[in-house]
C-alpha cells in the first residue's frame, strides 16, 4: 500500500505541476456549467408557461419534475463531456515515462508492476473525481429553484465515477501501448466514441451479436444511473470493465518490465 501510494502522490504532483489538471478541469467546468444553465434556464421557463397557463385556465399548475428535466439530461451530457476530456487525462500515464526514458526506472525499480499500475490509476481517478465534484455546486442550486430527489443525484454521481473508473482503465492500457502521448489521445478517443456508439450497430444486428453490442454500449448502462435506479448488472458491467483495462495494462507493462 505504501508503494501505491508514492506512485499516486508522484502522478497527483505531476498532473498539478503542469497545466494538464487546470486545463482538463476547467474546460469540463466551462462546458458542463453552459448545459446546467440551459437545462436551467429551460425548466424555468416551462415552469414559468405553465403556471401562467393554469392561472388563465383557472386550473392546478403540472407537476414538473426538476430531476426528469435537469438532473438526467445533466448527467447524460456530463458523460458525453467526459468522453472528450477523459484522454487528457490518461495520455501521459506511461506513454510520459517511455519519451522521457524514466520508465526504465520504473521497470526495475522494487515498485511491483501492479503497485505502480494501481497508483496511476488511483491518481487519475481521483483527478477526475475532483473534476466531477463541482457539479454538487449545481445539485445545490437545483435546490433552491425546487424540491429535487437525492436518490438520482447519488445513483448519477456512482454511476459518473464507474463511468470515469472505465474509462480510465482502458485510457492506461492505450498509454501502455505506445511512447506518444497525442497517439495515446487519439487512439484512446477513438476507442470510447467505438463503446459509445456501438448501439446504433446493434439496432441493425440480430440474434446473439445485436445482445452482444447491446450489452457493451456504455450508454445503455449509464441511463439507469441517470434515472436513479442501480441496477446490480451495470455495477458489474462497469467493474468488469475496470478489470479487463488493469489486467491487459498489467500484461503490457509486465511485458516491458521482462525487456527492461
Not at 505531476?14 to 429551460?42: C, D, K, N, R
Not at 503497485?115 to 491518481?123: D, H, P, R, S, V
Not at 435546490?143 to 473508473?165: D, M, N, Q, R, T
Not at 458491467?237 to 483495462?245: A, E, N, P
Request: with cysteine; proline share 3%; charged share 10%.
Amino acid at each position: 500500500m505504501k508503494n501505491v501510494l508514492a506512485v499516486f502522490r508522484k502522478e497527483m504532483r505531476s498532473y498539478f505541476l503542469s497545466p494538464i489538471a487546470y486545463v482538463v478541469i476547467g474546460i469540463f467546468l466551462f462546458i458542463s456549467g453552459y448545459f446546467f444553465y440551459g437545462l436551467l434556464a429551460q425548466f424555468l421557463e416551462f415552469s414559468f408557461r405553465s403556471t401562467l397557463q393554469a392561472q388563465y385556465y383557472r386550473t392546478l399548475p403540472p407537476a414538473l419534475n426538476v430531476n426528469e428535466y435537469v438532473i438526467r439530461p445533466l448527467f447524460l451530457n456530463l458523460s458525453v463531456i467526459g468522453l472528450f476530456v477523459m484522454p487528457a487525462i490518461t495520455m501521459r500515464l506511461y506513454a510520459e515515462e517511455k519519451k522521457q526514458g524514466t520508465i526504465e526506472l520504473l521497470m526495475t525499480s522494487p515498485i511491483s508492476v501492479f503497485q505502480t499500475i494501481m497508483g496511476k490509476f488511483l491518481a487519475a481517478l481521483a483527478l477526475f473525481a475532483i473534476m466531477v465534484a463541482p457539479v454538487l455546486i449545481y445539485c445545490g442550486i437545483i435546490e433552491k429553484y425546487g424540491s429535487p430527489e437525492w436518490g438520482p443525484i447519488v445513483s448519477g454521481f456512482l454511476g459518473l465515477i464507474l463511468f470515469g473508473a472505465s474509462f480510465i482503465s482502458l485510457g492506461i492500457l492505450l498509454s501502455a501501448l505506445t511512447e506518444n502521448q497525442i497517439i495515446a489521445a487519439i487512439s484512446t478517443f477513438g476507442l470510447f466514441l467505438i463503446l459509445w456508439v456501438i448501439d446504433w450497430l446493434a439496432s441493425y444486428a440480430g440474434g446473439t451479436l445485436n445482445a452482444v453490442l447491446s450489452y457493451l454500449s456504455l450508454t445503455a448502462h449509464f441511463d439507469d444511473f441517470a434515472k436513479g435506479v442501480i441496477d446490480s448488472q451495470h455495477v458489474i458491467f462497469y467493474l468488469s470493465l475496470i478489470t479487463f483495462g488493469l489486467y491487459m495494462t498489467y500484461r503490457a507493462v509486465e511485458s516491458m518490465r521482462w525487456r527492461a
